[in-house]
């Protein structure tokens, strides 16, 4: 291989670039590139009124969420199917079959994450994940590789499918009027269906498949059927959807309230760049995609990539560990269920700071790093650097934006238990070490602040708070 030989493989790029850290800082991917990535501005704008009434939409009255576009699906399908996601996954499959649905969550060897997708039972040698790219990688390695009797089949997202059309639509629709305008579609009172069950439906004379699903702490459906239906579909549900106060919502708004106020930290850095073991899984994947185009920002900085590693008990996912079961990772996370000393939490930011930075861009001295609401998202995987009143490190802030139904600036961060007491005031540093100038022409050049923040639980909206502990599952 010569030294213009562009790497085929991830692990190729590994052995190539000095630290693999500075090679993903390197990448750009400005916050309206990754905007457009997911959601295709002809199909999904960025607003349809405006994000705050998009977002409040979700509490007060029932919203419409295009998720048709933004999220790949792959289906497993075969007699060991079960067997494979057993395998892998670290949740409870006993009672999976068969109209049911998990949060799936995927961890290396050594415990730590490599994400979390939707996992729908279709029949007993029949499956589908939803959801973001590195576990979809990680599920259909492992079906070629491992051993078990299986097939896949993969519906690229928009942006990645050279057909210009998708396999199958999906829609969340969601707020507490979403009951009564799922009964209108219906044409009658839905049946009983459980947190995370499914079955199909006729709506609008059309078959869908329908979720119980909510982030918002309020009813919530996820619909899905052949692309060929969507626009039908759609166009119904706005139709029925007017008498009940219907908010289309656009991909500011999906963006960055959902997500921040149910307490989900969508994209942790996926573990998989330093595991021995997990060599060959490198050498499949490509160098084009995710996990070596991806880019890393924010205010935390280590040479050392295991340092930007999460386990499922520091990302609030412990609840979906279960030691009845041999799954990758378990051991480690035996350990890790003993030793974890950080938990995540909601960073509520100060009014008082929030104005500095914006006076910042409008008076003489220094300029902060810009606050792009609603989204304060400039890169694949943001980690901000949380300290605590004297300056030490305590922790990382993983996920920011600003939520109309809250008032407030948020982050999702994960912290050391010490310091995780609602109401506990921590510091949170706002822009890059250098000014912007590690990464960087697509960064403004700023000076980083000190941001003062108040802990609050994760999910901060209360009525999610109450809904996860009722629905709560493995």
């Known amino acids: 291989m010569t030294a213009t030989t562009a790497p085929r493989s991830l692990q190729e790029l590994l052995d190539r670039v000095p630290r693999i850290v500075d090679h993903l800082f390197a990448n750009p991917k400005g916050v309206l590139r990754a905007i457009v990535h997911s959601f295709p501005p002809d199909r999904i704008p960025l607003e349809f009124t405006n994000w705050r009434d998009e977002q409040r939409a979700r509490r007060e009255t029932v919203a419409l969420l295009d998720q048709s576009f933004h999220m790949t699906n792959l289906w497993v399908r075969g007699r060991d199917a079960q067997r494979l996601v057993e395998r892998l996954g670290t949740n409870r499959f006993r009672r999976f079959g068969p109209g049911k649905a998990k949060q799936f969550v995927a961890c290396t060897p050594e415990g730590y994450v490599i994400g979390d997708n939707v996992l729908y039972c279709l029949s007993d040698s029949e499956l589908l994940f939803v959801g973001g790219e590195p576990v979809l990688n990680w599920v259909e390695y492992h079906a070629r590789t491992g051993g078990e009797e299986v097939e896949v089949e993969r519906d690229p997202l928009w942006s ?90 656009g991909s500011f708004a999906y963006l960055s309230s959902g997500g921040l106020e149910s307490g989900w930290i969508p994209r942790p850095l996926p573990a998989i760049y330093t595991s021995p073991a997990l060599r060959p899984y490198r050498e499949w994947l490509p160098a084009t995609g995710y996990e070596a185009t991806g880019a890393l920002g924010g205010s935390f900085y280590s040479e050392v990539v295991d340092d930007y590693y999460l386990t499922p008990f520091e990302l609030g996912l412990g609840h979906l560990v279960a030691f009845d079961h041999d799954f990758i990772g378990r051991e480690a996370l035996e350990r890790h269920a003993r030793t974890t000393r950080r938990c995540k939490v909601t960073l509520v930011w100060h009014p008082e700071d929030v104005t500095r930075i914006v006076r910042s861009v409008v008076e003489p001295g220094t300029i902060a790093r810009y606050l792009d609401l609603p989204w304060l998202h400039y890169a694949s995987w943001q980690y901000d650097a949380v300290l605590d009143p004297h300056g030490n490190p305590i922790g990382l802030g993983l996920y920011a934006g600003y939520s109309a139904n809250e008032r407030a600036i948020l982050t999702l961060a994960v912290i050391d238990h010490a310091w995780s007491e609602p109401g506990t005031e921590v510091i949170l540093v706002w822009g890059e070490d250098g000014g912007g100038t590690r990464s960087r022409p697509w960064i403004d050049l700023h000076e980083p602040v000190s941001i003062r923040a108040t802990v609050q639980p994760a999910p901060i909206s209360a009525a999610a708070r109450a809904y996860r502990t009722r629905t709560r599952s493995t």
């Open 160 to 249: 990645q499918n050279a057909t210009g059309r998708r396999t199958v639509y999906r829609f969340q629709i969601e707020g507490p009027r979403a009951p009564q305008l799922m009964a209108a579609l219906h044409g009658r009172p839905l049946p009983e269906l459980p947190f995370f069950h499914h079955m199909e439906l006729t709506l609008a004379g059309l078959r869908v498949r329908v979720l119980r699903h909510s982030m918002a702490g309020v009813p919530g459906f996820e619909l899905s059927g052949p692309w060929d239906e969507r626009e039908a579909l759609r166009e119904a549900i706005r139709e029925a959807g007017a008498a009940f106060g219907l908010q289309l919502v």
